[in-house]
C-alpha cells in the first residue's frame, strides 16, 4: 500500500508530451499540476523540476518530498495521469509546506473530476 511502483509512474516522454499539449491545470503558488485520463485505472505521477528551481541537491529534494506525498497520500488521488510540475518558490518549502500545496490542488483535482 505504501510503495510508489513503475506501474504508478509516467516513464515515457510521450505521456508527458501528452499531458503538456492537452492536459488541465490546476495552480498553486509553488506547482503547477497538469491532468488528464489515463488509459489504466491506477493514478499515474509524474514530477518536474527544472533548472530554474535550484541546483540537483534541491531538485531531487523537492521530488523526493513529492513522491513521499504520493506514497503516503495515494488514496486521495483519482485514476489519473498527473504530471506535477515544481515552479520557483518550491526550493524553500520544507516537507509540510510541499504537503499543504499538494493537499490543495488534490482537493482541488478530486473536485474538478467528481463533477466531469
Known sequence: MFTFTKDERLLKRADFLRLSDGARKINTPCFLVLWTTGPGS???????????????????????????????????????????????????L?????????????ERLAGVTRSC
Open 42 to 92: 491506477v493514478c499515474r505521477i509524474g514530477i518536474t523540476v527544472s533548472r530554474k528551481v535550484g541546483n540537483a541537491v534541491t531538485r531531487n529534494r523537492i521530488k523526493r518530498f513529492v513522491r513521499e506525498y504520493y506514497r503516503l497520500h495515494k488514496a486521495l488521488f483519482p485514476p489519473l495521469d498527473i504530471n506535477i510540475i515544481a515552479r520557483r518558490g518550491a526550493e524553500k
Open 94 to 106: 520544507d516537507y509540510r509546506g510541499v504537503c499543504q500545496e499538494l493537499d490543495r490542488a488534490v
